[in-house]
């Protein structure tokens, strides 16, 4: 008999999301792997009551189809919202997605031929690779900050190029303002799109926020520039509203409108509803400062521990913002895919660097996240891992 077969692209992915769900079983686990927020921080009452009156007052916008793009409302709270003198947004500027992960999925839908190429910020998040594999993409790995790195000669011939500006996913970084203008220039110069992807902009523990490279984009017009921006309410109010948006030329908002719907028709309406009531009424705003100070201590609580224990094995930056710190080993020896598999024996799971690497090589590299879990039980996750990693390098033998 023969047996029914999948695309080919299903053989290309990785298998850490299957060991990430199995590792959920492991008891006692410290799960500082995923980019998980605290549940805690998520403002059930206000949400709950939102949801209960937008359902009984306007049942044919909440619980009906909505436009495939979005309600006009909600694309409009959106374009207010991002709008700078320098840059008018109107409604045709704005899809409403179902979370930045469809959006991700969209771009790679409108933009990417079969093997085209991308020139992604490097590592990159796992999520785009995801959603991009089934195109089979051919990747222009950007180290931006790195000596030499050349903008133009990135993005020439590019379908586009991604970069995530704030507090990157996975490694924590902050590109500099003149980078984020440099990149800008590139995109104007090789008429290449440059997707700014953001859901961590307002994740920022130090500094005041630098300005978006959408906004660098604004020439005081309507705006029809070449920087598409993706934004979410997953890390400002909730993952599971699923709520996300572009910003973008007209052409670009109407491309992936006809992409959305052959994907999932519309976004909820009663999601999109909940977002919209709270935006109005303030809520998203008002829970950020707690969600900073949260965040913050945990950051801090997990550097002060990785200073303890893992300072003499792993080299690492304390991330400006975000969720996750970015490790890599000091010796060479030591390959964080397989550490993956004692980190969990030993109680604790990490994001091994190689499913953040478009080329897919990087064995030396390690994600950490510290916004899911309280300091005590970050101490005890570093403890766990430094165990592990002692416990592979014992098992390399002694270094040359
Ligand atoms: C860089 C980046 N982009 C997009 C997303 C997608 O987020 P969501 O689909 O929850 O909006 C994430 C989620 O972690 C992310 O880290």
């Known amino acids: 008999?023969?047996?029914?077969?999948?695309?080919?692209?299903?053989?290309?992915?990785?298998?850490?999301?299957?060991?990430f769900l199995a590792a959920g079983q492991i008891p006692d686990l410290i799960n500082m792997a995923g980019g998980l927020p605290e549940p805690?921080?998520?403002?059930?009452?206000?949400?709950?009551?939102?949801?209960?009156?937008?359902?009984?007052?306007?049942?044919?916008?909440?619980?009906?189809?909505?436009?495939i793009a979005g309600l006009p409302a909600l694309?409009?709270?959106i374009a207010a919202r991002f709008s700078t003198p320098d840059l008018p947004l109107g409604r045709d500027n704005v899809l409403i997605t179902t979370g930045g992960m469809q959006a991700l999925d969209l771009l790679g839908k409108v933009l990417l031929e079969p093997c085209g190429q991308?020139?992604?910020?490097?590592?990159?998040?796992?999520?785009?690779?995801?959603?991009?594999?089934?195109?089979?993409?051919?990747?222009?790995?950007?180290?931006?900050?790195?000596?030499?790195?050349?903008?133009?000669?990135?993005?020439?011939?590019?379908?586009?190029?991604?970069?995530?500006?704030?507090?990157?996913?996975?490694?924590?970084?902050?590109?500099?303002?003149?980078?984020?203008?440099?990149?800008?220039?590139?995109?104007?110069?090789?008429?290449?799109?440059?997707?700014?992807?953001?859901?961590?902009?307002?994740?920022?523990?130090d500094d005041a926020p630098l300005p978006r490279i959408l906004s660098l984009a604004g020439t005081g017009g309507a705006y029809d520039g070449?920087?598409?921006?993706?934004?979410?309410?997953?890390?400002?109010?909730?993952?599971?509203?699923?709520?996300?948006?572009?910003?973008?030329?007209?052409?670009?908002?109407?491309?992936?409108t006809t992409a959305k719907q052959g994907s999932d028709?519309?976004?909820?309406?009663?999601?999109?509803?909940?977002?919209?009531?709270?935006?109005?009424?303030?809520?998203?705003?008002?829970?950020?400062p707690q969600v900073r100070d949260l965040y913050r201590s945990r950051r801090d609580a997990l550097c002060a521990a990785m200073d303890r224990h893992l300072s003499g094995v792993l080299?690492?930056?304390?991330?400006?913002?975000?969720?996750?710190?970015?490790?890599?080993?000091?010796?060479?020896?030591?390959?964080?895919d397989g550490l993956l598999r004692v980190?969990?024996?030993?109680?604790v799971c990490i994001a091994p660097g190689s499913v953040f690497d478009p080329l897919g090589v990087d064995r030396r590299s390690l994600r950490i996240n510290f916004t899911l879990n309280p300091p005590d039980r970050l101490v005890e996750g570093t403890r766990r891992l430094a165990g592990a990693i002692s416990a592979c390098l014992a098992a390399c033998g002694p270094s040359l």
């Open 1 to 19: 008999m023969t047996v029914p077969a999948f695309a080919d692209w299903m053989s290309q992915t990785n298998d850490v999301t299957e060991v």
């Open 40 to 67: 805690t921080l998520w403002p059930v009452a206000e949400i709950a009551d939102l949801a209960a009156r937008v359902v009984h007052d306007d049942p044919a916008q909440a619980l009906g189809y909505s436009p």
């Open 75 to 77: 694309r409009d709270a």
């Open 118 to 205: 991308i020139a992604a910020q490097s590592p990159t998040y796992l999520g785009a690779l995801d959603a991009w594999r089934p195109r089979a993409p051919a990747y222009r790995p950007m180290v931006l900050g790195a000596n030499g790195f050349d903008p133009v000669a990135a993005l020439r011939g590019a379908a586009f190029a991604y970069t995530v500006p704030n507090f990157s996913n996975p490694t924590g970084r902050l590109v500099g303002t003149a980078e984020r203008a440099a990149l800008l220039e590139a995109a104007r110069q090789t008429g290449t799109w440059l997707v700014e992807d953001d859901p961590y902009g307002t994740l920022c523990y």
């Open 226 to 256: 070449p920087v598409i921006y993706l934004g979410t309410l997953s890390k400002e109010l909730a993952p599971g509203l699923r709520i996300g948006w572009v910003i973008a030329a007209p052409r670009m908002i109407a491309a992936l």
């Open 265 to 288: 028709m519309c976004t909820s309406g009663l999601c999109q509803m909940i977002a919209l009531r709270a935006f109005e009424h303030g809520l998203v705003d008002r829970i950020q």
């Open 315 to 336: 080299d690492w930056q304390v991330p400006r913002g975000g969720m996750f710190v970015w490790a890599t080993a000091r010796d060479p020896r030591l390959d964080t």
């Open 343 to 347: 980190a969990l024996e030993h109680g």
